[in-house]
């Protein structure tokens, strides 16, 4: 992927007022595939109940924390082809500054896990292999907790990680072939897993505060690798998936139609959903709310030059009337048509902040909902009038 710098100053950044809804519906699906494999694997290991469920949490929780941390280490780069580094570096710092946020959330997650071992009933006879995968787990959460906005840190966390995906591996299926098969799979679930978490829970948001075009440069560049990641991932489940399948091939077809035998075509029917919605999302322009992460040739072209990004007035925290107060005294301040972001949880704000731009004479541009409950927001775009 090329662009001028001649025809990149002609293009401007258009972001969408929706939220793309393919991938979360992957994020889903992968995770519903998880527990389908996961039960199945549990149920045949001797584990049954909740513990199945403690079992599942575990493998996921590292999974997400996996495929995460290989986004921030490797398709994260310091320069990006076509970009200015400058840009670079600013998105590069908001994306990790979010990341090691929703870190911290990944690490509690994490210390719930190092339960998981000990739900896996088959580890009875093996208390070094559980104690192991607990400590690493708890290694990985204070990893997680301490912040991967350091490489160091995010390095140590990726190989509790690997840890993790080594000893569940070996406790699932031991040494050998099956081993490495089992490994693989699972690691494949993670790349994928958590890639999906950082794309939905990272680029997209901040993808919006950086509508520029070096950054839309960047951001086409780190989904483009995880896309190949993805395209080595999905087969790579695929084929491990039905080499550990094998040995039920033999069974009548009544066990594949009743539990747990069910669970294997269901699994299999929601890697077949997971392959349309691979193939579909860049069809459908769905990777990001940000026009031309997907294609660059999606950008618009306009002769003039590109818009200010909204100054940003951030009241979440703040009671509506003093908000106002903080928008008011905000919108003094930026140039004549020039718009400004508001960003309020108050229930009342957009009848309010409609109220007070028509007072004012500002024009509300947009309204939308963002956030995931119970922190959801409002926000605003208000432009002042060119005088």
């Not at 990272?202 to 440069?217: C, E, L």
Request: aromatic letters at 10%; a positive charge; one cysteine or more.
């Amino acid at each position: 992927m090329t662009v001028s710098v001649s025809r990149a100053t002609q293009l401007r950044v258009v972001v969408r007022e929706e939220t793309p809804i393919l991938p979360r519906i992957a994020f889903v699906l992968i995770s519903v595939a998880s527990i389908a494999g996961a039960v199945f694997t549990g149920t045949d290991l001797g584990v049954h109940g909740a513990f199945l469920i403690v079992r599942w949490f575990a493998l996921w929780v590292t999974a997400l924390a996996g495929g995460f941390l290989a986004w921030r280490l490797f398709y994260l780069r310091a320069t990006e082809a076509d970009a200015q580094p400058d840009a670079v570096s600013r998105y590069n710092t908001a994306a990790i500054s979010r990341a090691a946020w929703l870190g911290r959330f990944l690490a509690i997650g994490t210390v719930l896990g190092s339960a998981g071992p000990w739900a896996a009933t088959y580890l009875a006879d093996r208390p070094a292999l559980r104690v192991a995968l607990s400590v690493d787990a708890l290694l990985l959460a204070i990893a997680l907790t301490v912040g991967i906005a350091r490489r160091s840190v995010a390095f140590a966390a990726a190989a509790a990680c690997a840890g993790q995906l080594v000893g569940w591996a070996y406790a699932d299926a031991g040494l050998g072939v099956d081993g490495v098969v089992r490994l693989a799979h699972l690691t494949a679930f993670t790349l994928w897993l958590g890639g999906a978490l950082w794309n939905i829970a990272v680029a997209m948001p901040v993808g919006r505060q950086h509508a520029t075009m070096d950054a839309v440069i960047v951001q086409a560049h780190q989904l483009d690798r995880f896309r190949w990641v993805v395209r080595v991932a999905l087969p790579t489940i695929i084929g491990t998936g039905l080499v550990m399948a094998g040995a039920y091939r033999t069974l009548p077809m009544s066990w594949w139609s009743r539990y747990p035998g069910v669970l294997i075509p269901i699994k299999v029917a929601i890697i077949v959903a997971l392959v349309v919605v691979f193939i579909t999302c860049p069809l459908f322009r769905q990777c990001s709310p940000v026009k031309g992460v997907c294609a660059i040739e999606d950008l618009s072209e306009s002769a003039e030059p590109q818009p200010a990004a909204p100054r940003l007035v951030d009241n979440r925290r703040v009671p509506c009337a003093i908000g106002l107060i903080r928008a008011d005294e905000a919108m003094r301040t930026v140039p004549p048509g020039a718009a400004l972001e508001i960003r309020s949880r108050d229930v009342y704000a957009p009848i309010e902040i409609r109220l007070w731009a028509e007072r004012h004479g500002y024009r509300m541009e947009s309204l939308r909902r963002a956030g995931i409950w119970p922190r959801r927001y409002h926000v605003f775009i208000v432009r002042r009038p060119e005088e």
